[in-house]
């Protein structure tokens, strides 16, 4: 049985590249590629030349724009049985082309084998390893209470089965109208030849529901294969290369307004209409609705609501009847073009959802939020409240530190300092503690003049005319940042688009070298004042009384001052965590091994992430190791530190500072370089140390440590030039200069 799969391609070759290499991968190959080629400006002759040489890859150009054009020369060069349409920024599985062709032997000759599309934020390598049993379950599941709603719903109980599931899998195989899609299903190609069905071409976005419906029409035989899963990946990226269903143009919403009366036009039974009318309801209650409320974009309460507006009212009351009370009211609303008493009737529901919710999670940071904005938000800002946080409220550290105790010795009684700190430490110099989240918490974050933080301020936190924010930041980046990545595989897939609206927020973001300065201008995409000042967090490192520092916190610590010491620093892996910010972590060096060899000469210092949830068990190695992830300031533990053993932790640019010996223990270097995160410099040309890949690696290097020194001094050099010359002890005062007018 031969296939023939259509690719439109117009642009974003990274997601191609994934895409035809799911195709090599398949584990059935009896299929032809036919890529057709929308106006391509960007350079893919080399990956062409790779995949003609792995697949039967059939490359057209089109000279007509958009999906709807490529699509239809894909059909008409078509020579497989069947047809597969495949978006270049999808991907299938090994299994999937083989369960489609086991389905077609068991119950041959069908017009129509269904699959299942899956969602998902990443790339086919991250995919395969994320846990996805559950979740196909959960669509067999979604699908089947659809089946079992369907008599109900459409008074259809006399609609032989095969009716039933040609509806199911073609229009309502989505939530609403908008995702009604031709993807994952196989159409036999001389059942479309035979009923002229092909793909609107005056329409760029919704193209897909008239063409189903075409389909519907002409009683087509289905077979469903639910297994065979077509994997549609969101692009996580909305701005730069945003999924064209994503694109905010006044075309795509006029556009789907046209494509349902267009579909209503075409559809030959009372049933598909109900079922059309049905899932535009579906989308007016549940999308529309919401976005007129709480959107700022003014197209929703204009352009979309306007284009449907006349639609919704020419429906009879039997399309809507067997809907709830509240999405009923939505269209009777519409119907009745009463915008405003629909967004009453959603703010009712909304309220009611919410305040059910704080109900069930008991959670009081959901209370502090909406006092946050119905009542904070109202009180004047404070001119001399400065709101400090230092890595999410964990503890009192680093930038804002430093920048904190500038202000508080040089400038006392002229401010009143508040931290967001969850631990127990003691300020000094009189600051005011606050739980970050906390309703005191909420006040300030409204009211505080100055907000100085090293990381990302909360998603709820709305900047107000006179206040200032200072961002740190919290190192000179090795891995790749924000809309840098390719791939987002830590904290949630929105996260571009949520750091994008946070750093609009931010006034200044403070760089400690050149390379940060570019590279900041860039994944953050900010335009607004860089301070090239050093950190304020590496200040200490330039103290004239660095060392008597260093000595007094060795007897704070109860640590030999007869012994040197050996810091062990690693930072989190992005595909191993518990939850959002709370991270797994293997610890991969031998401690007790370490403890053997260098025992009577070393102590180690354990300083694992702040994401790191996971508390690493010492038992047995009392004396040796000392765990200091709670210490509050490692640039402190950096002063008592003769070794820095790190993997790709930001920590060894400012150890730099000192110019002692770094080892970098790399076990994983490949996984994490080429699939989680990826660098911005050579880690094997450009880093002032050996990459270390086995537990034997690093003991020798303790061992030849002054060697290793003396080989890696010239590259030392010309690392300490290029990342550390900003920082020389008085960043923080330029800041304060800057920032604070001082």
């Not at 057709?36 to 995949?51: G, P």
């Not at 899963?229 to 994503?246: M, S, V």
């Not at 809507?320 to 008493?341: S, T, V, W």
């Amino acid at each position: 049985m031969k296939l023939s799969v259509i690719i439109p391609f117009w642009k974003y070759k990274i997601f191609l590249d994934d895409c035809l290499n799911s195709l090599t991968l398949s584990n059935y190959q009896d299929f032809e590629t036919i890529l057709v080629l929308d106006q391509v400006e960007e350079d893919i002759e080399d990956l062409i030349e790779t995949y003609q040489k792995k697949l039967d890859l059939k490359v057209i150009q089109s000279e007509k724009h958009g999906v709807a054009a490529a699509r239809n020369i894909g059909l008409q060069n078509a020579s497989g049985d069947y047809v597969y349409f495949l978006d270049s920024d999808d991907y299938v599985l090994e299994d999937t082309f083989e369960l489609f062709v086991d389905a077609m032997k068991n119950a041959p000759g069908k017009d129509i084998y269904a699959g299942t599309r899956k969602r998902t934020w990443y790339k086919r390598i991250n995919f395969l390893e994320q846990d996805n049993e559950g979740k196909l379950e959960k669509l067999d599941n979604i699908y089947n209470k659809k089946r079992d709603n369907f008599d109900k719903n459409f008074d259809a109980a006399d609609v032989d089965e095969n009716k039933k599931m040609v509806l199911l899998n073609l229009l309502l195989q989505s939530k609403n109208f908008s995702g009604i899609s031709v993807l994952g299903h196989m159409y036999r190609t001389e059942f479309l030849k035979q009923y002229h069905i092909v793909f609107d071409e005056s329409m760029t976005y919704y193209i897909d529901q008239p063409f189903n419906v075409e389909m519907v029409n002409h009683n087509p035989q289905i077979e469903e294969c639910k297994n065979a899963y077509y994997i549609k990946r969101r692009h996580t990226d909305p701005y730069n290369t945003p999924a064209l269903n994503g694109e905010d143009t006044d075309q795509r919403f006029v556009e789907l307004a046209s494509s349902y009366q267009s579909s209503l036009e075409k559809a030959e039974s009372t049933l598909t209409k109900r079922v059309l009318e049905w899932q535009l309801c579906k989308y007016i209650s549940s999308t529309l609705i919401v976005r007129m409320k709480r959107s700022n974009n003014p197209k929703w309460k204009g352009i979309v609501y306007s284009s449907l507006q006349p639609l919704v009212a020419q429906m009879d009351e039997d399309a809507y009847k067997k809907f709830g009370a509240y999405r009923r009211k939505c269209i009777e609303l519409m119907k009745a073009d009463d915008q405003a008493g629909m967004i009453k009737h959603v703010t009712k529901r909304l309220a009611k959802k919410r305040l059910k919710r704080l109900l069930k999670k008991r959670k009081m940071v959901e209370i502090y939020k909406v006092l946050y904005v119905h009542k904070y938000m109202k009180k004047p800002v404070s001119k001399n409240v400065i709101l400090f946080e230092s890595f999410f409220g964990k503890n009192y550290s680093d930038s804002p530190k430093y920048i904190y105790e500038y202000l508080a010795k040089n400038y006392p009684g002229k401010y009143e300092f508040v931290w967001a700190l969850n631990n127990d430490t003691k300020l000094p110099y009189g600051g005011k503690k606050v739980k970050r989240f906390s309703k005191e918490y909420a006040y300030y974050l409204a009211t505080a003049k100055y907000l100085v933080f090293n990381g990302r301020q909360p998603l709820w936190y709305r900047k107000r005319e006179g206040q200032v924010f200072l961002e740190t930041w919290h190192g000179t980046p090795l891995k790749k940042l924000v809309f840098d990545q390719e791939e987002v595989m830590a904290a949630s897939p929105k996260y571009k688009m949520q750091v994008y609206q946070q750093r609009e927020k931010w006034d200044y973001l403070v760089s400690a070298n050149k390379f940060s300065t570019e590279t900041f201008k860039r994944c953050f995409m900010y335009d607004k004042e860089i301070l090239d000042y050093g950190y304020p967090r590496n200040d200490i490192l330039y103290y004239d009384n660095k060392d008597e520092i260093a000595i007094n916190l060795k007897k704070k610590l109860r640590i030999p001052l007869d012994k040197k010491t050996i810091l062990y620093a690693p930072t989190w892996r992005d595909d191993q965590s518990y939850d959002v910010g709370k991270y797994k972590f293997e610890l991969a060096l031998d401690l007790a091994r370490l403890k053997e060899e260098f025992g009577d000469e070393y102590v180690l210092l354990l300083r694992t992430h702040y994401f790191i949830a996971d508390k690493i068990d010492v038992t047995g190695l009392e004396g040796f190791v000392y765990n200091l992830s709670d210490y509050d300031d490692i640039a402190e533990i950096y002063l008592i530190s003769d070794i820095c053993i790190t993997d790709y932790s930001s920590v060894f640019f400012d150890f730099a500072n000192l110019r002692r010996p770094i080892l970098f223990y790399t076990y994983d270097l490949e996984k994490y370089r080429d699939q989680l995160r990826g660098f911005y410099i050579s880690i094997e040309d450009d880093v002032p140390g050996p990459l270390l890949l086995t537990n034997d690696d690093v003991v020798e290097a303790i061992k030849n440590i002054d060697q290793i020194t003396e080989e890696y001094q010239e590259k030392y050099d010309i690392f300490y030039d290029r990342f550390c010359t900003y920082d020389d002890g008085k960043a923080s005062e330029r800041i304060v200069k800057r920032v604070f007018g001082e």
